[in-house]
């Protein structure tokens, strides 16, 4: 690809996987030197506010309650670093790692005796699955499991992104695996609201070149369009069954997001049919409108204002081992994947 | 250190490292504990190798092994690793109350096959039982003692123009032990490559002075050893993606869960520093053995970038290898 230098092009991806991915490949060494890529909120466990991790911090210390979570939520600190369920689960806590809903609910059948808690983290993604977990506990009558609603949707949050006068971007990498379940023309609102270029693209590097390719050409000749390029796994409408999954179970909510703010209508709550199976009311557990302020920039990373290296805590007390927020704990965090894949030469 | 010891510790990576260096050695930093080699070297009339490792590895039964043929073969490399030809093996066990007897005699049965193959004794060993939930089935510590066959094994020995080589394709182990441990999340035929490395060392330690380092990379992959390699000799490292070894099947479920395989642990593998002259030579002397035939010459030891090895993909950018932090997941070995 060639440089034009009239001005810098600003791509996001959206999603912590292709951020990843990209880092991996060494891609941005590739790009023109006009192209700047910034990261965009769709780590699910670095948007979750920190006051959520306190909150299930201190649900895992409940006596007879096991808290099971998907790995890349154990490290991420709350709102002081000596809170993460890691450490809890090292004080006694019973923090059980899995990786799906479902071997959750497997963990509360098999133990009838436990409150089993699931930290439901995600974004449309993973919403679905989440959700037949709470149906097939519904279906089977297990009591004891419980989720703890941390799901949160991609449009709201860009919407939020681009309602921000200091916003410049130029282009979205779309997430493909969100746009598997709500289909492509979930993205269409980019170029039809906002004229700004929407490409659909898969996690391979083989996918992505071509995708920003397609992002860089259509900046330059000014002409916006929604592209999928992700076609052997993402249709125009995308999943039926699992939108009416969450169309029949699920009602949008205000929530806090990590460095967002409160943003309204962006997360999936149950509908009172469900409660019985929402953590939060069955343990009074209410997370705040508002965060409290702290050092950690992972806020300002998330939302493409700072780059990681752009971070004064970024490799110096801020690391992997001893990390201040999700961004460089979460197998998706912007700041992890420059730390682990510091690009050099 | 953290306020208390979370799984990280036992990861393999900068935690473990931290540990080790904020609290084992300043209670017992000595000449043959400080170079952290993965066995010590130990003067006298005939210079021994002397090594130890414990084994808590959660399935105790998995595709290619069990934790009876892993704690021999395991404290067998280290020994071998650290230039030593491996004779005696200690043997302790703990086990946990109302474990079933028949499980342990395969167990037993599994690590003396290994022993018989390798051509060593246990020559001294312990038993304790402990309180039903004190313990997970079985753990097992093995201690090694081997006699000193290439001295001056070491990552100071490494200079620019050395070619690194692996013995084969990395990853298996610890993808296999994920699988076997989560058997919902793929279906596969992965097998752990768990395996006695002391005949390959043996085979590379005719190169004398042009071997200069072997390290088994378990915890934290392939991609930690090297980082700890190139820091330790403040050189650089070359490593080219195409040329490392990875089966597809450990690739393919790796690319489906979001691993790294070059950060996965390998229960059976080497990484050779070689003279670049006598690179091949060594090459062909591991593809002689059946766990060496896909060895691999993966890179060069330069003077660029001290420090760091850097990692060039296949479409013409790089990144930096860095230690594992955290731990991918807990109790591989």
């Known amino acids: 690809m060639k ?7 600003r791509l996001m991806e959206i999603c912590g996987t292709h951020t990843h991915a990209i880092a991996r490949a060494g891609l941005k060494q590739l790009l023109p030197a006009d192209v700047r890529l910034l990261s965009g909120p769709g780590c699910p466990v670095c948007v979750t506010p ?13 006596p007879g309650l096991i808290l099971c979570t998907y790995g890349d939520m154990l490290r991420v600190p709350g709102t002081s670093p000596d809170i993460s369920l890691l450490k809890e689960k090292s004080r006694g806590a019973r923090v059980e790692m899995v990786f799906s809903p479902m071997d959750a609910l497997a963990m509360a059948a098999a133990q009838p005796d436990k409150e089993v808690v699931f930290a439901g983290v995600g974004f449309e993604t993973t919403s679905p699955g989440t959700l037949a977990a709470i149906r097939t506990a519904e279906e089977r009558k297990i009591g004891n499991f419980s989720v703890f609603m941390l799901l949160r949707l991609v449009e709201p949050a860009v919407r939020a992104l681009l309602a921000d006068p200091d916003c410049q971007i130029d282009g979205f990498l779309c997430p493909g695996h969100v746009a598997v379940i709500i289909g492509a023309e979930g993205f269409r609102f980019l170029p039809e609201e906002y004229r700004l270029p929407a490409v659909i693209s898969g996690f391979e590097p083989a996918d992505i070149w071509p995708s920003l390719k397609e992002l860089i050409r259509q900046v330059r000749e000014n002409d916006p369009q929604l592209v999928n390029l992700y076609t052997r796994t993402v249709s125009a409408e995308g ?3 699992a ?37 939060a009311a069955r343990y009074g557990i209410v997370l705040p409108d508002k965060s409290a302020p702290t050092a950690c920039r992972c806020g300002d990373v998330i939302c493409g204002k700072l780059s990681p290296e752009g971070c004064p805590f970024f490799g110096k007390v801020c690391t992997p081992d001893t990390p201040l927020g999700p961004c460089m704990v979460s197998s998706e965090g912007s700041c992890a994947a420059a730390y682990t894949y510091g690009n050099l030469i | 250190m953290d306020k208390t010891i979370t799984l990280d510790y036992g990861s393999g990576g900068r935690k473990t490292a931290s540990l080790i260096h904020e609290l084992i050695l300043p209670a017992f930093g000595n000449r043959y504990l400080s170079t952290l080699s993965d066995g010590a070297v130990l003067p006298g009339a005939e210079s021994l190798v002397f090594s130890t490792d414990s084994f808590v590895v959660s399935p105790l039964f998995f595709p290619g092994g069990s934790i009876g043929k892993l704690a021999i073969c395991g404290t067998l490399n280290d020994v071998a690793m650290a230039g030593g030809e491996p004779r005696y093996i200690s043997l302790s066990l703990v086990i946990e109350e109302g474990f079933e007897t028949h499980l342990l005699e395969n167990i037993l049965e599994d690590a003396a096959a290994e022993v018989r193959k390798a051509g060593v004794f246990v020559v001294t060993g312990d038993t304790k039982v402990v309180e039903k939930g004190s313990c997970d089935g079985v753990f097992i510590n093995t ?5 000193l066959k290439r001295p001056g094994l070491s990552p100071a020995a490494m200079k620019s123009g050395d070619a690194v080589l692996v013995s084969g394709p990395l990853g298996n182990h610890g993808m296999t032990i994920l699988l076997a441990r989560h058997p919902q999340l793929l279906e596969g035929d992965l097998r752990s490559d768990c395996a006695n490395l002391a005949p ?10 042009d071997l200069k380092v072997l390290r088994d990379p378990t915890r934290g992959g392939l991609a930690t050893v090297l980082s700890e390699l ?14 490392v070894p990875v089966d597809p099947s450990v690739r393919a479920a790796c690319e489906i869960l979001g691993m790294d395989p070059l950060y996965s642990a390998n229960e059976g593998k080497l990484i050779a520093v070689v003279s670049a002259d006598r690179a091949q030579e060594a090459l062909a ?24 090895p850097v990692l060039r993909t296949p479409w013409g950018s790089s990144r930096i290898l860095t230690a594992l932090a955290g731990a991918q997941f807990p109790r591989i070995c």
């Open chain 2, 285 to 308: 002397l591991l593809r002689r053995f059946p766990e060496g035939e896909k060895a691999a010459i993966i890179g060069e030891i330069c003077e660029d970038h001290p420090g760091l």
């Open chain 2, 143 to 147: 201690a090694g003692i081997g006699v």
């Open chain 1, 3 to 9: 440089q034009n230098t009239d001005r810098i092009i």
């Open chain 1, 50 to 62: 920190p006051e959520a991790i306190d909150a299930l911090a201190a649900l895992s210390h409940r």
């Open chain 1, 239 to 241: 999943n039926a069954l």
């Open chain 2, 200 to 209: 390959l060392a043996a085979a590379l330690y005719s190169l004398g002075e």
């Open chain 2, 230 to 243: 190139a820091e330790s000799a403040q050189l650089g490292m070359e490593i080219r993606e195409k040329d």
């Open chain 1, 243 to 279: 939108k009416q999954l969450m169309e029949d179970m699920t009602c949008r909510e205000g929530a806090l997001w990590r460095g967002l703010g409160y943003i309204e209508g962006s997360a999936l709550g149950l509908k009172s049919r469900y409660k019985d199976f929402d953590a």
